[in-house]
């Protein structure tokens, strides 16, 4: 009997779930910190937002506007006029393509575009100041530097046509070229601002498929040197468009020659069926 009493503890203990027991105040997150670690059923850990200080002392210090303020005064006023050439490239539709495929290779396809633009705009000596997370914002010195970025990203996509679409799909895009004053701003990262800016970028949104838009400034500054290179470029007709923000400029579009203007009938034919 004793026996079998004993058999029937050991089952009985065999039986007990354990509970976990919330640890002791000094294993815990201190008082001050943002999250405290809270432990609810089963041994997972859930975070519980908590105030880190008295609700009477947040926010109570305001922010020095004056010296903000001032800061941004002293950077635009001691900065100087630089006339540059300007870049912006657009990858099409890369929030619809992030809601369909997923956010990781939104990124990689967003990653791959820049890579592509950055490579190109290095090769002949422009600088990009910034990603936009769907494409850059690029600064040359020469025009014509600018336009040959632009059609070596052209035909490196278009090279890349099939191995691309099989990684991540299409990779259609815009880009626009424009040249001007703007002012370099100092600061932890490099930014300028400017007419030249707003309309490189109004520029690159008028711009089709696959297109490269070029102003009458940049048409300008290239169209003495094109003929260097009139075996390889294909500059189309002037074409008046109204920029939002900027009013009327005169646009030309470029392409690599052997791949015709994204303007005209055969080659946005052959666009829409790959």
Same mark, same amino acid.
């Given at each position: 009997?004793?026996?079998?009493? &004993?058999?029937? &503890?050991?089952?009985?203990?065999?039986?007990?779930?354990? *509970?976990?027991?919330?640890?002791?105040?000094?294993?815990?997150?201190?008082? !001050?910190?943002?999250?405290?670690?809270?432990?609810?059923?089963?041994?997972?850990?859930?975070?519980?937002?908590?105030? !880190?200080?008295?609700?009477?002392?947040?926010?109570?210090?305001?922010?020095? $506007?004056?010296?903000?303020?001032?800061?941004?005064?002293?950077?635009?006023?001691?900065?100087?006029?630089?006339?540059?050439?300007?870049?912006?490239?657009?990858?099409?539709?890369?929030?619809?393509?992030?809601?369909? #495929?997923?956010?990781?290779?939104?990124? #990689?396809?967003?990653?791959?575009?820049?890579?592509?633009?950055?490579?190109?705009?290095?090769?002949?000596?422009?600088?990009?100041? =910034?990603?936009?997370?769907?494409? *850059?914002?690029?600064?040359?010195?020469?025009?014509?530097?600018?336009?040959?970025?632009?059609?070596?990203?052209?035909?490196?996509?278009?090279?890349?046509?099939?191995?691309? &679409?099989?990684?991540?799909?299409?990779?259609?895009?815009?880009?626009?070229?424009?040249?001007?004053?703007?002012?370099?701003?100092?600061?932890?990262?490099?930014?300028?601002?400017?007419?030249? #800016?707003? =309309?490189?970028?109004?520029?690159?949104?008028?711009?089709?498929?696959?297109?490269?838009?070029?102003?009458?400034?940049?048409?300008? $500054?290239?169209?003495?040197?094109?003929?260097?290179? !009139?075996?390889?470029?294909?500059?189309?007709?002037?074409?008046?468009?109204?920029? &939002?923000?900027?009013?009327?400029?005169?646009?030309?579009?470029? !392409?690599? =020659?052997?791949?015709?203007?994204?303007?005209?009938?055969?080659?946005?034919?052959?666009?829409?069926?790959?």
């Amino acid at each position: 009997m004793a026996t079998a009493r &004993k058999q029937d &503890k050991i089952n009985s203990e065999a039986n007990v779930v354990a *509970i976990p027991r919330t640890p002791p105040r000094s294993q815990r997150a201190d008082k !001050s910190a943002a999250v405290d670690l809270v432990v609810s059923s089963g041994d997972l850990a859930v975070p519980r937002m908590v105030a !880190s200080r008295p609700a009477s002392r947040v926010n109570a210090k305001m922010l020095d $506007l004056d010296v903000m303020i001032e800061s941004v005064a002293r950077a635009i006023a001691t900065t100087q006029d630089h006339y540059k050439c300007i870049m912006f490239t657009d990858l099409e539709s890369s929030t619809e393509y992030k809601r369909s #495929m997923g956010h990781t290779k939104g990124y #990689m396809r967003n990653r791959l575009f820049c890579d592509i633009c950055e490579q190109a705009v290095e090769r002949y000596n422009g600088h990009v100041v =910034k990603h936009l997370g769907d494409g *850059i914002m690029a600064v040359f010195e020469h025009a014509i530097d600018a336009v040959l970025a632009s059609l070596l990203i052209k035909r490196s996509i278009s090279d890349g046509r099939k191995k691309l &679409k099989k990684l991540v799909g299409g990779m259609n895009y815009r880009v626009g070229i424009t040249c001007g004053y703007v002012k370099e701003i100092p600061g932890p990262t490099q930014d300028y601002i400017g007419h030249a #800016m707003d =309309k490189g970028a109004r520029i690159q949104s008028s711009a089709l498929r696959n297109q490269i838009l070029i102003d009458e400034i940049v048409y300008g $500054l290239i169209h003495t040197k094109i003929r260097d290179y !009139s075996g390889d470029i294909l500059i189309g007709a002037p074409k008046n468009m109204t920029l &939002k923000g900027v009013g009327v400029s005169t646009l030309y579009e470029v !392409s690599p =020659k052997q791949m015709g203007l994204e303007s005209s009938l055969s080659t946005r034919l052959k666009t829409m069926f790959h």
